[in-house]
């Protein structure tokens, strides 16, 4: 038999009618990992968890979960737990009644599930609120409640679906670490869909960025960050300068990039390390984040740019900069003991070559 991930989906496509939404999807899942999909509305994210869990058809393709072919298995058969945005508790029953209703279905005796309720319960600090109905909850403990649903009969994998789309920034931040520390703790395998980029690189493993139904980019939350692979990546996760010029060899295997530059001016040359095995010469972009960008070092990193401030705004945490710096316009983050910043002012940017991402344009 071939070994195969956790999660295994092999050239998966779904079509609406005409419309294609996800196009020849690989992806694998390990057991106890944390991926989440990350995409723009619309990219499909929702359509693969959907048919993950057995609620969507597949057009084409194939999908494994622990080496079983999963394709035409009912979803109460595929030993997943499923969170959604909204809820989705059963409001005429108490929260102990939620919990139980799984296992209730799943055949459980009594004695079993009054245990099990209890216990899971306890592990998500809601006990105290078993015998209330879901309308008597904060939005936070309702989705408490959906969370431990899902759990109680210890799936082989929980789908959650925005499940804290709902939520105020601080409850959502709390119900993030209370996830993730749950994932940790019970060595869950999780599937988590989020068009929050900061969310995604909170909790996550692994990141797949989608794009119009295919995979942008996946990777642990600092490569998709630091190394983004094409102009989607770049522009979706974070802020980037993203600059366009001609590559070049620079002997030693690495690219040196021609920027080029605003009107009459050439632009600068900036050496990477960009290996010329990852990227062909030729017309390519390079991505540089603002807070890469270091302003009047004593000890410059090897790219220089003199460059003059257009704007500088106090962000609280650090002062945002806009820069003009050899025919092209930058944005800088800059820490707020570097220094204050006034329009006008003639500043030397650096940065360092290990911190260009290049990838053609
Ligand atoms: N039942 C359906 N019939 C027809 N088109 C659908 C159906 N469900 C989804 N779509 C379309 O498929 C595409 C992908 O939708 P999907 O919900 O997977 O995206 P998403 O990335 O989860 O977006 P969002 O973040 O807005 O939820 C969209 O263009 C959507 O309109």
Redesign the pocket.
């Known amino acids: 038999m071939i070994e195969r991930s956790f999660i295994h989906l092999e050239n998966v496509s779904k079509s609406?009618g005409p419309?294609q939404?996800v196009e020849g999807l690989d992806l694998q899942v390990k057991k106890g990992e944390f991926l989440s999909l990350l995409?723009p509305?619309?990219?499909?994210?929702?359509?693969?968890l959907m048919m993950l869990a057995g609620f969507e058809s597949i057009t084409s393709g194939a999908m494994w979960l622990d080496n079983q072919k999963i394709n035409e298995l009912p979803p109460h058969k595929r030993g997943m737990g499923v969170v959604f945005q909204n809820y989705a508790l059963f409001p005429h029953m108490s929260v102990a009644e939620n919990v139980a209703f799984p296992l209730q279905m799943r055949g459980m005796g009594k004695a079993d599930i009054a245990a099990k309720v209890k216990t899971a319960l306890e592990r998500v600090r809601l006990s105290h609120l078993g015998d209330r109905k879901p309308s008597q909850l904060s939005g936070g403990q309702q989705q408490r409640v959906a969370l431990t649903r899902a759990l109680v009969f210890e799936p082989k994998v929980i789908l959650m679906d925005e499940p804290l789309g709902a939520l105020d920034k601080q409850l959502r931040e709390e119900m993030q670490l209370e996830i993730r520390e749950l994932h940790r703790r019970l060595g869950l395998t999780i599937v988590f869909?989020t068009?929050d980029q900061s969310e995604a690189l909170t909790m996550s493993d692994r990141i797949a960025i989608?794009d119009k139904g295919k995979i942008a980019q996946i990777g642990a939350p600092a490569d998709v960050y630091d190394r983004p692979q094409n102009r989607f990546v770049s522009q979706f996760i974070g802020e980037t300068n993203l600059l366009e010029g001609v590559a070049a060899s620079d002997g030693a295997g690495n690219l040196v990039i021609s920027i080029n530059g605003e009107g009459a001016d050439p632009g600068p040359v900036v050496t990477t390390h960009a290996s010329e095995a990852s990227v062909r010469p030729g017309k390519v972009a390079l991505s540089i984040r603002p807070e890469r960008l270091v302003l009047n070092r004593s000890e410059p990193h090897a790219n220089r740019l003199s460059a003059v401030v257009q704007d500088a705004v106090y962000q609280g945490d650090h002062i945002r900069l806009h820069l003009a710096a050899e025919g092209l316009l930058l944005v800088a983050r800059a820490e707020r003991a570097s220094g204050s910043f006034e329009p006008g002012q003639a500043v030397e940017v650096s940065f360092d070559p290990a911190d260009c991402a290049v990838f053609a344009a």
Do not use: Q
């Not at 509305?41 to 693969?48: A, E, L, Y």
């Open positions: 609406y419309m939404v995409g509305s619309g990219s499909g994210k929702t359509t693969i869909v068009h989608f």
